[in-house]
């Protein structure tokens, strides 16, 4: 069985270190975890491990956050996985920091890689891991907010945050959506 697991974010180093690349850096820790490496194909940096006899397939698009769905829809058709095993990992700044939240469906809530998701996909029912950013910014500031840099304080706690998100991800390939909204909802 394949899962296509999707990290959201912006190609290039000036953006590697920025909130709105929460999904490239969970996508990054979960490769070191299984000792594989990101190799540049069509659309997307994609690597590829096995877990519990499943296939992970890990994909950072890179077409931009907000052309997001292109690199998904081909990947899913590539590689021929359903969108039921398709789960996109993204920032969210309704969240406060490092609170993690999946769900089945939902609306793009504003955010422009999910929009473009739902755009080609033609649907809103894929699941997705959200990862609290926070909003602590003043109106009108929310770009230089998400593509700035972590705080000192966010820095202390991201690690172990991702290491939840990681955990997620583990169940979303083994024990189902549901099962793994259950488990790990509220940690």
């Known amino acids: 069985m394949k899962y296509l697991i999707v990290g959201l974010g912006n190609p290039g180093s000036e953006y590697a270190e920025t909130r709105h690349n929460i999904g490239f850096k969970v996508l990054d820790a979960l490769a070191n975890?299984?000792?594989?490496?990101?190799?540049?194909e069509k659309l997307a940096h994609v690597a590829e491990f096995k877990f519990k006899g499943r296939t992970i397939i890990l994909i950072k698009p890179t077409t931009y956050m907000n052309l997001s769905g292109?690199?998904?829809?081909?990947?899913?058709?590539?590689?021929?996985?359903?969108?039921e095993n398709t789960l996109v990992i993204t920032d969210d700044i309704a969240l406060p920091f490092g609170k993690l939240r999946m769900k089945g469906?939902?609306?793009?809530?504003?955010?422009?890689?999910?929009?473009?998701?739902?755009?080609i996909l033609k649907t809103q029912e894929y699941a997705r891991l959200r990862f609290g950013v926070g909003h602590d910014f003043n109106?009108?500031?929310?770009?230089?907010?998400?593509?700035?840099?972590?705080?000192d304080d966010e820095k202390q706690?991201?690690?172990?945050r991702i290491?939840?998100?990681?955990?997620?991800?583990?169940?979303?390939?083994?024990?189902?959506?549901?099962?793994?909204?259950?488990?790990?909802?509220?940690?």
Request: aromatic letters at 12%; a positive charge.
């Open 33 to 40: 975890e299984y000792g594989v490496s990101f190799k540049s």
């Open 70 to 83: 292109k690199a998904v829809n081909y990947w899913m058709q590539a590689e021929k996985i359903s969108i």
């Open 157 to 160: 706690t991201l690690d172990e």
């Open 105 to 119: 469906k939902g609306s793009d809530g504003g955010h422009n890689g999910l929009k473009d998701i739902q755009l």
């Open 139 to 151: 109106q009108g500031r929310q770009v230089d907010y998400v593509l700035g840099q972590w705080s």
């Open 163 to 187: 290491g939840v998100a990681k955990e997620f991800i583990k169940g979303f390939c083994t024990i189902g959506l549901n099962q793994t909204m259950s488990n790990f909802n509220n940690k």
